[in-house]
C-alpha cells in the first residue's frame, strides 16, 4: 500500500469535527500520486459525499472539461479539497473546520510533491494568497519553494454566475505554460536551494 492510500485510511477515521458524524463518506482526494499538478478545491458537496470522490457532480464535469482544454484527464493530476467532509445543507467550511483538515491536506502536499497547486475558489485561496481577494487575483501566481501556486476561481462560480466562465477557461488555459517553465527551472537548477521570497508575477 502507497503512503497516500495510508494517509487516506488516516483521513477516513478522523472525527475531529462535529460534521464527520453527518458524512455518508468521507472525501480524501483523488488521482495521480505523482501529479505535477494538484487542484484544492474547497468542500465536498452533496454528489462528494455520496460517492466519496471529488468533483464529480456538475462543477466536476465542468472541471473535466477544462482539462481537456489542455489536454489533461482528471487520473493526471491530483484533486482535493481543504475540507474532506461535507458540511451541512453545503454551507461554507467553518475556521475550525479548514484548521482541523489542514494537516492532512498538508500531508497530501508532501507526499505528491506537486510542481504546481491550482487553488479553486476562495477558501484555498485564502490558504496561499492571504488577505487576496479571488476576483482581483485569479489569473495569477506566486512561486514559493519550488512550487507554484495558481489562484482560480472555484469552477462552480461558473454555474452560478456565467459572466465568468470565459475568465474560467482563460486561466485554465495558462497552467500549462506556466508548469513548462516551472520543469525547465527545475531542470536547469537542480540543486537550487528554495527561493524564500514570494514572487506574484501574470501571466
Known amino acids: 500500500m502507497s503512503a497516500l492510500s495510508e494517509l487516506n485510511q488516516q483521513i477516513a477515521l478522523c472525527r475531529k469535527c462535529d460534521i464527520a458524524k453527518l458524512r455518508t463518506k468521507v472525501v480524501p482526494g483523488e488521482g495521480a500520486e505523482s501529479a505535477d499538478i494538484m487542484f484544492i478545491g474547497e468542500a465536498p458537496g452533496f454528489n462528494e459525499d455520496q460517492q466519496g470522490r471529488p468533483f464529480v457532480g456538475q462543477a466536476g464535469q465542468f472541471l473535466e472539461r477544462l482539462l481537456a482544454s489542455i489536454n489533461l484527464k482528471r487520473e493526471q493530476v491530483f484533486i482535493a479539497n481543504v475540507i474532506k467532509c461535507r458540511p451541512p445543507d453545503n454551507r461554507d467550511p467553518l475556521p ?8 492532512w491536506l498538508d500531508s497530501q502536499v508532501e507526499l505528491i510533491k506537486p510542481k504546481m497547486i491550482v487553488t479553486l475558489g476562495r477558501y484555498s485561496m485564502a490558504r496561499y494568497f492571504p488577505g487576496k481577494t479571488i476576483s482581483k487575483i485569479h489569473g495569477t501566481a506566486l512561486k514559493q519553494n519550488n512550487i507554484i501556486y495558481f489562484a482560480m476561481y472555484h469552477p462552480a462560480a461558473a454555474l452560478h454566475q456565467g459572466s ?3 475568465d474560467i477557461e ?3 488555459l495558462k497552467i500549462p505554460k506556466l508548469l513548462a517553465e516551472a520543469v525547465k527551472v527545475e531542470e536547469a537548477k537542480p ?13
Open 96 to 103: 475550525t473546520e479548514i484548521h482541523n483538515c489542514r494537516p
Open 164 to 166: 465568468l466562465r470565459k
Open 170 to 172: 482563460a486561466d485554465m
Open 191 to 203: 540543486s537550487t536551494p528554495p527561493a524564500q521570497q514570494l514572487n506574484m508575477f501574470e501571466v
